[in-house]
């Protein structure tokens, strides 16, 4: 998180947010903070809870994992101040999005245009992303994959390795990170080829170089064009 939400989190009256997510910032929280937590599948309901506690005059924090803004809470929330006519004000924190923290651990993968796309089709239409996926190799773009893998959805990752593999060597780097700086962090740098060799889950960022991305001494590096 950043050096902002980590004071912000400290100073608020009550901290909502999903299960897992309030868990993870628990331990720099004062013992008299409120702290409300739901499941998955409850967003809205969330949302509307830490505005309804905010228009009571409390000071609340929502909190989302990585950038609430990248997958997150903020867009939600604007919605339902903006569909409720609101008064309450609304600030965003900015944070560390899995793309960028997992980019940091395999080394330099970032340095030129980039993509990031879910494989979660659970709010997207599968051929909605899968059009994204396409255009990205295509575009000889770096693409980071959120939500790649879970235990009901196996198919989605296997298909955007196929699109991949129709535009880039199979000799690709390919970096795969589980659990991105949370303390139990797994990295691999595998290739295009390999790359369903390794395991990969809904706590895994995927990062697929482009055509100029190489890897060395267990580091991704794509070149940023300086002559050296």
Known sequence: MSLKAYRLLQEVDTVVGYSTYVDLVTEILAPEQETISTGMGT????????????QQGLEVALVSSGDS???G??????????KEASDISVEIIPGITAANAAAASLGAPLMHD???ISLSDLLTPWAVIKKRLIKAAEGDFITALYNPKSKQRVKQIEEARQIFLQQRSAETPVG????????AEEIEITTLEQMLEFEINMLTTVIIGNSDTYSAQDLMITPRGYQV
């Open 69 to 71: 803004g990248v997958y």
């Open 114 to 116: 980039y993509t990031v």
């Open 73 to 82: 809470m903020a867009g939600l929330v604007l919605e339902l101040v903006e």
């Open 176 to 183: 795969i990170v589980r659990s991105a700086k949370r303390g």
């Open 43 to 54: 967003e809205v309901k969330r949302c509307k809870k830490a505005i309804k506690l905010a």
